[in-house]
Each structure stands twice: as structure tokens, then as C-alpha cells.
């Protein structure tokens, strides 16, 4: 009797889901190099009334074995995955923004020495001339400036370049890889634009910039947030208004479950 409630329950919670997924997809409609997440539902298991063989064949006149009648129980998100597709390029005035262009990730290091990944290039220079992060991670392949770094250049296939108090030509002082992933969908967001490697997306491959199918590196801009703030909330209006659906048909069962008890009265 109460199944109708179960199966709509299902849908309430993973509605849920997906309501939050698009809410934080558009809270980060600004965030550099963000990548918009998807949800992916799926139907539960069916449960299978089969006709009495006798009262069928009765009533089909036929040897043919009924097929009976299927009941869903309901639904729940199967798998989260990223939208990787590019973000738009936003055009800046500082040296040390840096913009993947295609295919790759810049390889960061967490404090306990473990890899993590990462679109958003909005790099700085810490107290002791390292490039890194805006939380102050270190790139895998750590570039030092040396003390009185007056110009940064940060060329397409990741060779970075310094220049001392405006004395001569910048010279080389580092080289910024990229990594990428047989199924980048696969890799697990852990917070702060970061990105950890899976069993679903597999080993990283690195490699520099422009070979080898890696992306180039384009200094002086960042990759926007791949989240289109209009798609996003066509996408909640239309989960809302199917949430509100199935509130009404469970407020609509209730009622009915009422009368039935009153006649039993």
C-alpha cells in the first residue's frame, strides 16, 4: 500500500541531488577554471507480477506463458562525472596568469607531498620565489624566480623565462608540464579547483605543452568557468517543477490513504 510513497521518495532525494549539483554549478558560475559537474540517473530495480497460467490462457484463449506486469520502484542518481569542455578565455594584465588551451591539467603538490590537479592558472610568487597557487601549492615541476625578478615570460610550450632589475634578455629558469588522463571525466573533485586521480580516470600521462596532443599554455589570461548561467537554471526550473510534481502526487496519495481509512471506520 505504502509503495507509491517509497518510489516517490526516490525521486524526492535524488531530485535533491541534482537540485544541489546545479546550485553549486552556478556558485561557481565565477570561479577561474572551474569545471561544471553532471548527474546521471538511473532507473531502480522492477518488480514482476506474473498472471495466474490458467486464468491467462483463459482469458487470451492461448498456450503463449504470460508476460505478467512490471512495477518500478523508483530512481536514483547513478554517477556524478565533470564537464570538461573549455571555458572562455579571459584576457588579464598579469604575467603570472597562465590558461590551458586544450587538453591537460597543471600538477600541483598538497602538503603531504601527494599530486593533485588543476585547470585554474592563476599562479603568485611566494616568500621564497616559488611559483604556486593561490593556497600556496607548489607545481610538481617547481619554478623558482630568482631575488629581483623584474619580467616573466611564460611561453606556449611551458618554458618559463626571468629577467633580473631589467638586466638583458630573460632567461630560462623553469618548465611548467601539464598532465592529462585517459578519462578526465573520471577524476575526483576534492575541493579548492583541485582534482584527484582515480581508478576511473586512470594514471596521469604528463608532458609538455603543445606535444604530443597536450594543450598550450597562453600567459596574460585565464580560463573562465565553463558553467552557462542560463542553461543552469533552465536545468532548476525544470527539476523544481517536477520535485513540486511529485510533492503533489504524495500529498494526492496521502489523501487517498485518508479517505481509505475513513471508510474502514
Do not use: C, W
Amino acid at each position: 500500500m505504502f509503495q507509491p510513497l517509497y518510489v516517490a521518495a526516490t525521486g524526492l532525494s535524488a531530485l535533491q541531488e541534482e537540485i544541489v549539483s546545479i546550485t553549486n554549478n552556478l556558485a561557481n558560475a565565477k570561479t577561474v577554471g572551474f569545471k561544471k559537474d553532471r548527474t546521471e540517473m538511473e532507473s531502480l530495480f522492477y518488480v514482476e507480477k506474473s498472471f495466474k497460467d490458467h486464468l491467462y490462457q483463459a482469458m487470451a484463449g492461448t498456450e503463449t506463458p504470460p508476460v505478467g506486469v512490471e512495477y518500478g520502484t523508483g530512481v536514483r542518481v547513478a554517477s556524478t562525472s565533470k564537464d570538461l569542455t573549455q571555458g572562455a578565455m579571459d584576457v588579464t594584465n598579469n604575467p603570472l596568469d597562465v590558461a590551458i588551451q586544450g587538453e591537460g591539467f597543471f600538477q600541483l603538490k598538497m602538503p603531504d607531498g601527494s599530486p593533485a590537479y588543476s585547470r585554474a592558472g592563476n599562479f603568485h610568487i611566494d616568500n621564497d620565489g616559488n611559483l604556486v597557487d593561490p593556497n600556496g601549492r607548489l607545481l610538481e615541476s617547481a619554478v623558482v624566480f630568482p631575488s629581483g625578478t623584474t619580467s616573466v615570460v611564460i611561453r606556449q610550450d611551458g618554458t618559463v623565462l626571468a629577467a633580473v632589475n631589467n638586466e638583458g634578455e630573460p632567461g630560462e629558469i623553469g618548465q611548467i608540464n601539464l598532465a592529462r588522463f585517459t578519462n578526465p571525466a573520471g577524476l575526483k573533485s576534492i575541493g579548492q579547483n583541485l582534482y584527484q586521480a582515480t581508478d576511473a580516470s586512470g594514471p596521469p600521462t604528463t608532458g609538455v605543452p603543445t606535444q604530443d596532443g597536450f594543450g598550450s599554455l597562453n600567459q596574460f589570461s585565464l580560463e573562465q568557468s565553463n558553467v552557462d548561467v542560463i542553461s543552469e537554471m533552465m536545468r532548476m526550473v525544470m527539476a523544481q517543477r517536477i520535485f513540486d510534481t511529485v510533492t503533489k502526487a504524495v500529498q494526492s496519495y496521502s489523501g487517498m490513504l485518508a479517505s481509505l481509512e475513513r471508510m474502514k471506520q
